[in-house]
């Protein structure tokens, strides 16, 4: 945030749980406008950022904008970095009903998850709710072979490498048919997201896109792979950051689509870059649940920079 672009306005935003914040840049003004909204205002509008944007838009051109219509962005005027919390939705639990689908035997492994806690030998820790309403289980299985010998071709089981280079065995290979049935009772329970986390698929991530492609193909709204989120040994932290992602994800691309609606041009003259847990922006395609998390923390940290700068 150096220098005033000399033609385009420039809109960050940060959009907390009480007040939104709007800071704009001004064309041939050296010092920025900051206007503060109420995040939920239905009686006055629709969308505290939108809002925002509309009433300095407003000032700075001298035209009316009804809040029916949509944003101009005529002479691509609009340039816009959003802050767009997930953390209020996580820990508020307004996410998208979700269900887990893990290897068969591990139903309980995200429940058990492991020894990090404040207190190892406290009796009464309290733990958060899960995210997930249902669990399915997927009959397949796949070990690394940490034995030369038995990476040897003339083996019952069929070895191959891993994309991290480890020969793993598949002792049981996807049975499709059996899941098939078990993705339709939780469609027919009005669950359409589901997060995936199959045992060394870190490093063979094959059996969960095949349980994606069949997920997809039944009707499934979204399907989050701990394979491609977060392709990490550890399967306990893998399988909570695709639950966090399938549970977010839905609601946050939902109030995308409707945000980048409100201007004229869409996302064609519009550039729309949301904050993500790391502090980086990213674009609305490559925005996604577990990315947002700690959204709201990050832009916090932005906004501090961006004062001291100015200062």
């Not at 040897?152 to 191959?160: A, E, I, Y």
């Not at 095949?210 to 792979?225: C, P, Q, T, Y």
């Amino acid at each position: 945030m150096g220098s005033v672009n000399e033609d385009k306005l420039r809109f960050c935003i940060d959009r907390g749980g009480t007040f939104t914040d709007v800071y704009a840049e001004i064309p041939g003004r050296a010092d920025g406008q900051v206007m503060k909204l109420l995040s939920v205002d239905p009686s006055n509008y629709d969308d505290a950022p939108i809002e925002g944007i509309r009433r300095i838009l407003e000032e700075f051109t001298g035209e009316k904008i009804p809040r029916t219509a949509k944003i101009p962005t005529n002479k691509d005027r609009v340039d816009k970095d959003g802050y767009n919390c997930g953390d209020k939705c996580l820990l508020e639990r307004k996410g998208e009903r979700i269900a887990l689908c893990v290897t068969w035997g591990f139903r309980d492994l995200l429940q058990i998850g492991n020894q990090a806690r404040p207190n190892i030998f406290d009796l009464t820790v309290a733990k958060p709710s899960n995210l997930y309403e249902e669990i399915i289980e997927v009959d397949e299985r796949i070990e690394l072979v940490l034995d030369k010998e038995e990476g040897n071709p003339d083996s019952s089981s069929l070895v191959v490498k891993g994309v991290s280079g480890e020969l793993v065995k598949v002792l049981k290979p996807l049975d499709e048919e059996a899941l098939k049935p078990l993705l339709k009772g939780l469609l027919e329970k009005g669950i359409s997201c589901l997060a995936v986390v199959l045992m060394h698929s870190y490093t063979y991530p094959q059996h969960e896109i095949s349980v994606e492609k069949l997920a997809v193909s039944l009707g499934f709204r979204h399907v989050s792979l701990s394979s491609a989120l977060t392709p990490m040994v550890r399967a306990v932290p893998r399988g909570l950051t695709a639950t966090v992602d399938a549970y977010l994800t839905p609601v946050i691309k939902e109030y995308l689509s409707g945000f980048i609606s409100r201007f004229d041009e869409g996302n064609g003259k519009v550039n729309v870059l949301f904050m993500q847990s790391d502090g980086g922006l990213a674009p609305e395609s490559r925005f996604s649940g577990h990315k947002a998390v700690l959204s709201g923390p990050a832009g916090g940290v932005g906004w501090l920079l961006t004062d001291s700068f100015w200062d």
